[in-house]
């Protein structure tokens, strides 16, 4: 069995570049456009505020997602640009980062996280549900837009 091996890294360097490239083709395949039109600064996914995690599979970086803090409260995470690649699926990678984005926030103070995602990423519903995910009043940039879903969970 190969070893999923997770690293934080800044969300500008070259290799969260290139899966979060990745991320915004698999979305712009699904949902059409560049993928994803929410505002983000890499700066929001430094500590404390957040962290940015890539998966690595045989030395070779197969998944990512991240946290960014998300409110007022200081309470709430949202997850971002979750994303395994195609040749990795099915291998556990998307549960193995988003246990560790969920760890994370929760060493950082998080009471809960949240996420929005789309009716086209039927196996990322699938993922966050069995994880304990419960759907949640839609937020954040493509909360009018018809086929949003959004999901939270207490940490």
Known sequence: MQQIE????PFDSPVAQQLI???LADLGAR???SGDETPIDAGEFTPPAGTFLVAYLDGQPVGCGGWRSHGADGDTAELK???TSPQARGRGVARTVLAAIERSAREHGRKRIILECGDRQPEAIAMYTAA???RIP?????AEEPGCLSFGRIL
């Open 6 to 9: 997770i690293q934080p890294v």
């Open 132 to 134: 304990g995910y419960d």
């Open 21 to 23: 490239t990745a991320t």
């Open 31 to 33: 949902y059409g456009g």
């Open 81 to 83: 640009r979750m994303y």
């Open 138 to 142: 839609n937020f954040g940039y493509y």
